[in-house]
């Protein structure tokens, strides 16, 4: 059989390879990214930066969709006009070529993505990972923030991992040290006191806030009670 250290470290030595050149770092993110809702649509992302949302992701998951650059460029320009973190799911080549704030990548992007030109064009990067093997390879990258997934069961995603829960998860905000960190998976309302006792700096929601009976309210409370603990860091 084969001796599953060789594929771990042959994959490491691949990411290490990748060809960042000069540009071996992301630029990091110094204010806490807070609440960090995932949406999948331009009227969500306008929504949520309204209410005073300051970090938010565009994950668009049909590659197909005729108005899927459009989307993109509307959405980076809302991030400007409300001062905002958009961050712009898969589509790095769109992402670059419109000056995106940042780009939020899965682990089967890491290596064919072009980290080189994203990091030389300022872009910030936040990495996916599943799992403490994941996050060895992305913490190898030195990305902007880690996402840190999925914690709870989620109906939202179909997932080839188990849930993370909250002992692990806050073993790999320890790992991760000072660079930002995001929870993500199955975190409704009432979980994010436990989350956020893991030390982890910032917690992603989708169905929580876009399945809400009230989702304006709820973005409110959860705005009041995430960045206000960001602030008296
Ligand atoms: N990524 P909800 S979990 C988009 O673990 C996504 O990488 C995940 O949705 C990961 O807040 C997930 O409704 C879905 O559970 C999160």
């Given amino acids: 059989p084969q001796d599953p250290c060789a594929t771990v470290n042959a994959d490491l030595r691949a990411v290490a390879a990748l060809p960042l050149r000069r540009a071996h770092r992301f630029a990091g993110i110094s204010t806490p990214l807070g609440l960090y ?40 320009a809302l991030g400007r006009r409300y001062q905002a973190r958009v961050f712009i799911n898969d589509y790095w080549q769109l992402a670059l070529r419109h000056g995106a704030y940042g780009v939020h990548l899965g682990q089967e992007d890491l290596l064919t993505a072009d980290l080189a030109a994203l990091a030389e064009a300022n872009i910030r990067l936040g990495i996916s990972t599943h799992g403490f093997y994941e996050l060895a390879l992305a913490m190898t990258l030195a990305p902007s923030y880690l996402a840190l997934g999925h914690i709870f069961p989620t109906a939202t995603k179909q997932m080839a991992s188990q849930p993370q829960g909250l002992q692990r998860l806050a073993r790999a905000v320890a790992l991760c040290r000072d660079r930002p960190t995001v929870a993500i998976g199955g975190i409704s309302y009432d979980r994010v006191a436990s989350v956020l006792a893991t030390g982890v700096s910032s917690i992603a929601m989708v169905s929580a806030i876009t399945q809400a009976a009230d989702p304006e309210a709820v973005t409110r409370q959860l705005l009041a009670r995430i960045e206000c603990r960001a602030d008296q860091e």
């Fill in 37 to 76: 809702p995932v949406v999948d649509s331009l009227p969500w992302i306008e929504r949520l930066l309204s209410w005073g949302v300051k970090t938010v992701q565009l994950r668009i998951k049909n590659p197909q969709d005729p108005q899927l650059e459009t989307h993109i460029i509307a959405a980076i």
